[in-house]
T-cell receptor, first 114, second 111 residues
Framework: DAGITQSPRYKITETGRQVTLMCHQT?????MFWYRQDLGHGLRLIYY???????DKGEVPDGYVVSRSKTENFPLTLESATRSQTSVYFC?????????????FGQGTRLTVV | QKEVEQNSGPLSVPEGAIASLNCTYS??????FFWYRQYSGKSPELIMS????GDKEDGRFTAQLNKASQYVSLLIRDSQPSDSATYLC???????????FGGGTRLMVKP
């Protein structure tokens, strides 16, 4: 199906474990973004990527790692999960930036760290 | 300081009234702004984009941008209970590569 998809939709993991959240888009959009959403904080940008092999830190990058070896995929890895990383994670993509470019969102991944 | 700021609300309006949602931003060089609507448990969906000073209308929605005051607003006319959701303001930074969001304003439209 065309669009942007995230997997898994729900994940429970233990403190200290590594976990990877997947994001795949079929539009060949240049830009991709990872956000986390917590009550009272809205959407906070974790990392973004302008193209394959180009990634940059956002507002809250600590504890996260990203990669973008292919344009369509932008996985987010929590190298050693902590309870404070319990959140809903959204991936988004955009054709370009600047004018006339909105971001489209995946369905989200609800991550619980116990 | 967040780059994009919103009042968290909730903003409560009666059905049929005009709902006014506001947003300020700190990066004077920001060029592109967006309003997203998010229902509980769902992902954000785009309502409006605005790039130039002034008003932009789309159906019941009007976005307003004032770059001198670094202010973006969204007006919803003839508010309906189905408009009850969290509204997120977003903007790109001056470099045009980071899209950041405000904390969102929860709107409640009462029948």
């Amino acid at each position: 199906d065309a669009g942007i998809t995230q997997s898994p939709r729900y994940k429970i993991t233990e403190t200290g474990r590594q976990v990877t959240l997947m994001c795949h888009q079929t539009w060949s959009h240049s830009y991709m973004f990872w956000y986390r959403q917590d009550l009272g904080h809205g959407l906070r940008l974790i990392y973004y990527s302008a193209a394959a092999d180009i990634t940059d830190k956002g507002e809250v990058p600590d504890g996260y790692v990203v990669s973008r070896s292919k344009t369509e995929n932008f996985p987010l890895t929590l190298e050693s999960a902590t309870r404070s990383q319990t959140s809903v994670y959204f991936c988004a993509s955009s054709e370009a930036t600047g004018t006339n470019t909105e971001a489209f969102f995946g369905q989200g991944t609800r991550l619980t760290v116990v | 300081q967040k780059e994009v700021e919103q009042n968290s609300g909730p903003l409560s309006v009666p059905e049929g009234a005009i709902a006014s949602l506001n947003c300020t931003y700190s990066d004077r060089g920001s060029q592109s702004f967006f309003w997203y609507r998010q229902y509980s448990g769902k992902s954000p969906e785009l309502i409006m984009s605005i790039y130039s000073n002034g008003d932009k209308e789309d159906g019941r929605f009007t976005a307003q941008l004032n770059k001198a005051s670094q202010y973006v607003s969204l007006l919803i006319r003839d508010s309906q209970p189905s408009d009850s959701a969290t509204y997120l303001c977003a903007g790109y930074n001056n470099a045009g590569n980071m899209l950041t969001f405000g904390g969102g304003t929860r709107l409640m439209v009462k029948p």
